[in-house]
């Protein structure tokens, strides 16, 4: 529970959305189910949500914290190549952090010393889907990487103190769930000599805006 649901001291004021029916209204790379709803006047409504399974990504440091991992690829939205932290979908009866680790493997062809999961959030306000997201330390190239059909691209290493104005400028598909990491190791005590040297070179990050 968070901090914020522990403070709350008045009770939700409204009825609550009941769901009354679901269908599958499309199916292809990703699900769109086309939900009604009872609003708490009466007023019966439909949405669409995006279904599908969980994602999960990996903010991946070299040894020495020098670098971050990132994978180059075209991404048909925007319609260019964007730099994104490695990822990709969480498979079934898989735990996310080591779906992250498998992305960051099948991408990259890197291989992390120690890692550290810091959580997920919503995919999007109208989707179901839940974004999970590790620290990788220490992170060397292990083998060439495995890519699936209609998946091609390159590794880059961005330098870490280059990370806070990359985090900034936008083109980063999953920017906040990278922030959601930095924080979280921060605020944490990792007991790992890896993890506890790399949230020191974080800290460093976050301090610069003190």
Sequence with gaps: MSSLELSRLDPWPFEPWRRIGSRTAYTGFVTVNRDTYKEPDGTVS???????????????????????????????????????????????????????????????GYEAASVYYAGSEWCAANSSRRKHIIIAAEARPASDPSWDSSEMGRVQLLPTKELIDFLRNGELTDAGLACRALVSLASSTPQDPALAKLRETICGLLWAFR
């Design 46 to 108: 439909d949405w669409d949500i995006i279904a599908g399974p969980d994602s999960a990504a990996a903010l991946a440091f070299t040894p020495a914290g020098t670098h971050v991992v990132l994978f180059e690829q075209f991404r048909v939205g925007p319609a260019k190549t964007l730099c994104e932290l490695p990822g990709g979908y969480v498979n079934d009866d898989e735990q996310p952090e080591l779906a992250a680790k498998r992305e960051l493997k099948e991408e990259t």
